[in-house]
T-cell receptor, first 116, second 113 residues
Framework: AQKVTQAQTEISVVEKEDVTLDCVYE???????LFWYKQPPSGELVFLIR??????QNEISGRYSWNFQKSTSSFNFTITASQVVDSAVYFC?????????????FGTGTKLQVIP | NAGVTQTPKFRVLKTGQSMTLLCAQD?????MYWYRQDPGMGLRLIHY???????AKGEVPDGYNVSRLKKQNFLLGLESAAPSQTSVYFC????????????FGEGSRLTVL
C-alpha cells in the first residue's frame, strides 16, 4: 500500500503562533491528487484543499498555506497566526488520478491544539 | 443544504446484534462510500458504490454488507456485530470518480459491547 505519513501525532501551540503540519506520501503514480481535511471536535470532515500533482505552485488561502514539494513527496500545511478555532484533527490524503476516490489513502491525522 | 446525512449518530449494540446505518445525500452524486475511523489508523474504506444498484468492496469489507437501491441512499449493515466493529463510521459522496469534492457526513459512533 502506498502510505501517507503524518508523523506528528499531536501538536500544541499558543494562539497567534504559526504551525506547520507535515505530510509525506508514497506514490508510484504519475499523476495523483493530494488533499487536506479538517476534523473539528464536532466530528465532521471538512474539505480544505485538493492539489493536482502536476501543479507544484504553493497555495495560500487566508491564514492557510500549502507547500507541495514533489521532489520530497511532501505536502505540508501551515496555519499562520493560529486561532482557537483551528483546534482540530487534520488529515492529509492522496489519490491516484486514474483510480477514483475509492483509491484515496488517508494519513493517520495530526491533532492540533491551539491554546488561548 | 443537508449534504450528506447519516443516521443514527450514536448506537450501542451487543455482540451478535444486527443494525443498519443509513446515509442519504441530496446532491445527486453518483458515487458513495462508507469509511471507518479508528484511533491511530485514519480512515479506511469499507465499501463503495459507483451508482444506483452497484456496490464494491473496499479495503476492510469483512463483516459488513451494503446496498444502494436508490441513488440518494447508501446503507451499511452489520449482520452480527463484533467488538472489533466499534468505530466511527463516515459516509461520503462525490459527483464522479475523481471529479469534484469528496463530501462527508457527520459520522456515526457505534459501540459494540
Amino acid at each position: 500500500a502506498q502510505k501517507v505519513t503524518q508523523a506528528q501525532t499531536e501538536i500544541s501551540v499558543v494562539e497567534k503562533e504559526d504551525v506547520t503540519l507535515d505530510c509525506v506520501y508514497e506514490t508510484r503514480d504519475t499523476t495523483y491528487y493530494l488533499f487536506w481535511y479538517k476534523q473539528p471536535p464536532s466530528g465532521e470532515l471538512v474539505f480544505l484543499i485538493r492539489r493536482n500533482s502536476f501543479d507544484e505552485q504553493n497555495e495560500i488561502s487566508g491564514r492557510y498555506s500549502w507547500n507541495f514539494q514533489k521532489s520530497t513527496s511532501s505536502f505540508n500545511f501551515t496555519i499562520t497566526a493560529s486561532q482557537v478555532v483551528d483546534s482540530a484533527v487534520y488529515f492529509c490524503a492522496r489519490c491516484p488520478r486514474s483510480g477514483g476516490y475509492q483509491k484515496v489513502t488517508f494519513g493517520t491525522g495530526t491533532k492540533l491544539q491551539v491554546i488561548p | 443544504n443537508a449534504g450528506v446525512t447519516q443516521t443514527p449518530k450514536f448506537r450501542v449494540l451487543k455482540t451478535g446484534q444486527s443494525m443498519t446505518l443509513l446515509c442519504a445525500q441530496d446532491m445527486n452524486h453518483e458515487y458513495m462510500y462508507w469509511y471507518r475511523q479508528d484511533p491511530g489508523m485514519g480512515l479506511r474504506l469499507i465499501h463503495y458504490s459507483v451508482g444506483e444498484g452497484t456496490t464494491a468492496k473496499g479495503e476492510v469489507p469483512d463483516g459488513y454488507n451494503v446496498s444502494r437501491l436508490k441513488k440518494q441512499n447508501f446503507l451499511l449493515g452489520l449482520e452480527s456485530a463484533a467488538p472489533s466493529q466499534t468505530s466511527v463510521y463516515f459516509c461520503a459522496s462525490s459527483p464522479g470518480a475523481i471529479t469534484g469534492e469528496l463530501f462527508f457526513g457527520e459520522g456515526s459512533r457505534l459501540t459494540v459491547l
